[in-house]
């Protein structure tokens, strides 16, 4: 082997191993009748469906609007284009507990957007709601972005030829556009959803209760330490492996396919 590949190789390793022995540090000192007792308890579960879910109304509501945008941003040339472009990657940069004020000082119940909603019985503060507002928040990034170099990644001809075929604009993007795009869109929509689990800022200051899981680690730690806390994160990072292994199994296959 080269000095080139193993300089590369010892890099990459480098990096590597500083994601792994953290993680793997956690997971192997865990007492195993301890997990079990975590799997079982029932405030444990509910915080972490109530996470998982949250992400996915996240991701679904922001792939809604956030498709489209995506391909305004990759089809058409405006003024303030790249302004747009990068409000959309502000949440990513910015404090996600200042996410979580920003969000508050307009979603409240005494703010403008919280009264109209409050008005037909949508809350933000402290519900389900709230809490995928904050993921959204501060997730939709990783699925704009993604979805924008999807489509960009579609000769625009294709759907030149589609439109003198006789296909519609509407027809030409559900048949042409979106199908050739669809590997990125759906690598930025599980980005997403991750990165909308982990989120704790934000979610935080807009909804501590009902307590997502990263709230629910966060409190035990605080009110009784290293030792109730580890559980709760193993059980949540060996479900997020798990859940990541088959999705990405899956992309594989349909890839190969």
Known sequence: MSNFKVVIWGLGTILVLIVVI?????????????????VTDAEVVRSILLTLRCALWATIVCALFGIPLAYILARWHFPGRSLVQGIIDLPVMIPHTAAGIALL?????KFFLGKAFSSIGVSFVGTEAGISLAMAFVSLPFLVNAAR???????????????????????????????LSWRPILSGGIMMWARGISEFGAVIVLAYHPMTAPVLIWERFESFGLRYARPVAVVLILLCLLIFAVLRSIAAKRKEV
């Open 22 to 38: 953290p993680l793997l540090r956690m997971i192997l000192a865990a007492d195993p009748a301890v997990l079990r007792a975590t």
């Open 105 to 109: 000082m307009v979603y409240g119940r």
């Open 149 to 179: 170099d999807g489509f960009l990644s579609v000769n625009p001809r294709l759907e030149r030829v589609a439109r003198t075929l006789g296909a519609s604009p509407w027809k030409a993007f559900f048949k042409v556009s979106l199908p």
